[in-house]
């Protein structure tokens, strides 16, 4: 079973940037794919950017250009750049891994973007 926790959230002003981090329990290199998913208040959760294991990145429409998901093998780490930050950003942050035809999930990073 793949443990995940995610940290770096926070309240950021409008145009600034966070930096989102998730720590994985065992070797991302046997993971299928990482992802980030965000779920805002009154609303469904929604995939952010996925990573593959061969590194190939995707991004939904509202974030693309904006944000940059990468990972560390070595350290076992996935993380979202996050910039030029919107009010409507603002939800709960999960961490996901795909292992097996099994989806894990972290317990959720909260990002507040207001001025």
């Known amino acids: 079973q793949v443990q995940l926790v995610e940290s770096g959230g926070g309240l950021v002003q409008p145009g600034g940037s966070l930096r989102l981090s998730c720590a994985a329990s065992e070797s991302i290199i046997r993971i299928n794919s990482l992802a980030w998913y965000r779920q805002a208040p009154g609303k469904e959760r929604e995939l952010v950017a996925t990573?593959?294991?061969?590194?190939?990145?995707s991004y939904s429409d509202s974030v693309k250009g904006r944000f940059t998901i990468s990972k560390d093998i070595a350290k076992n780490m996935l993380y979202l750049q996050m910039n030029s930050l919107k009010p409507e950003d603002t939800a709960v942050y999960y961490c996901?891994?795909?292992?097996?035809?099994?989806?894990?999930w972290g317990q959720g990073t909260q990002v507040t973007v207001s001025s």
């Open positions: 990573i593959t294991g061969l590194d190939s990145r």
């Open positions: 996901n891994a795909a292992k097996n035809w099994v989806d894990y």
